[in-house]
Every structure is written in C-alpha cells, then in structure tokens.
C-alpha cells in the first residue's frame, strides 16, 4: 500500500503533547483532535497512557487521519518509570504483579467498555495497540462483536496474542512487526498469513528490519534505525487509517 504524499511526515520528537486529558466513561484519557465522525482508539503498551510517545503518536493521528483520538489509561491508575524500560533493564520490573494485575481477564472488559462507547459516538472507529496493546486491539476485531465494535485495526509489535486471537478476526487488519521479536514469534506470524489468506480478510504486513521489539513507540535515536522504523510505522498507521476510517 503506498503512502499519500499528505501523510509523509517525519515524527515531531520534542515540544509538548497537544491534546487534552479528559474521560472516556470511567478511565482517565488523553484526547487529540475534534473530528465528530472518525475516532481511533489507541491502547498502550506497558510504558502506560502518560508516556509522551504515545501522546505524540495520538497527536499525529489526530491530525494525520483527521481523527478524535482516544489514549485510555487502562492500568487502573498504575504509572511505570519508563527509564531502566527504555535501557531494557527490567530487573525491577515485578512482570508477575504486573501481569496479576493488568491482565487479558481483568483488562479486557473496561477496553471493550471504550470502544463501545466511541461506537455509539462516532460514525468510524479504528484501533491502534502497541505490545501489551496488541492483544487487545485483536480482540476488538473479532467476529463475536455483531455489530463489529471497530471498523479497521493496526498493531505494533503484538504481545499476549494467542492463535485464536488470529483466527476470530473480522475486520481489516495491519501489522507493523519489528524484524527483532522473541513476543509475536515466527510461529506467531506463520499463523497469521495462513489464517488471513483462508479467511480472505484485508490484511497488511509490514516488517522493520533490524528493529527490535518495542521500537516503534520508542524511537531511541541511540539504536540505529529505530527512529526512522518509529516514524514509518506511524505514516503507515495513517494511511491504513485513512483508507478505512472514510465513507467507502
């Protein structure tokens, strides 16, 4: 799929998030842009909806895909210190706890509450979730939901995901997928062309070589490549948007 020479924009990488911290139903939200018929929710990765990153990318797509864009805190409040997670040190990262705590079971009802809840709202929704994200945004698309809950989703580096999770889904789907990563795992992606090729889904595939899982919201300018990967992946998450976010 090429690129609309509108969305070829580099990522703004300093300055401060543009949007607004608001509610969406009962979990506190960064908000960005105002379009009254198109929203994307994005759900985060591990560094939580307070990590400027993931700001900065809801600012982009605000106002690349001309979209309302919904930043979740699905972690019930729990900020993790991004530093040693951007040094890859995650010695003193309780991974159990977290898992306890922010689990598929336990997580999975309140991020179809949001989704449902732009669904009533606005007339397209899409889905964008990073690693931890990745799981969810499946689980958005899939075919239990009569009327489908989101109209396209987008992946970065996919985390939790299970084949089932592959199988189920109903809606187009983009992968964003670093050539580095041990999470969604060759075996993972195999599944996945085979499932999407069976199914006849819309599916898209972009894979960022020499990048490592984690990158694409990361963007560390220290790890050759991974900014350029960041800001690619972004343009392609725009296009992907606006290609299914409009009337058809």
């Excluded at 951007?86 to 991974?95: E, R, T, Y």
Aim: charge should be negative.
């Amino acid at each position: 799929m090429s690129l609309a020479p509108c969305c070829l924009q580099g990522f703004e990488w300093s300055g401060t998030p543009s949007g607004k911290v608001g509610k969406l139903g009962d979990n506190d939200a960064y908000i960005a842009g105002d379009n009254p018929d198109v929203a994307v929710l994005i759900v985060h990765d591990v560094l939580g909806w307070t990590f400027p990153n993931a700001r900065l990318l809801a600012d982009h797509f605000a106002r690349e895909a001309n979209a309302t864009v919904y930043l979740p805190d699905f972690f019930g409040g729990e900020i993790i210190d991004p530093v040693p997670i951007l040094a890859d040190d995650f010695s003193k990262f309780d991974m159990v706890g977290f898992r306890t705590r922010n689990g598929r079971e336990v997580r999975e009802p309140e991020i179809f509450g949001a989704a449902k809840l732009l669904r009533q709202k606005y007339k397209r929704v899409g889905a964008i979730g990073y690693c931890y994200g990745g799981w969810a945004v499946f689980r958005l698309a899939a075919k239990e939901h009569n009327p489908p809950l989101v109209d396209c989703i987008s992946t970065g580096h996919p985390s939790l995901l299970t084949e089932k999770d592959i199988e189920d889904v109903s809606v187009p789907v983009q992968i964003l997928a670093p050539e580095i990563d041990p999470v969604y795992t060759p075996e993972l992606k195999s599944h996945t062309f085979e499932t999407f090729a069976k199914s006849g889904i819309e599916f898209e595939y972009r894979q960022f070589k020499g990048v490592a899982h984690g990158g694409l919201v990361r963007g560390n300018d220290q790890k050759p490549g991974e900014r350029a990967a960041m800001t690619r992946a972004k343009n392609a998450a725009v296009s992907w948007f606006n290609q299914f976010l409009r009337d058809q």
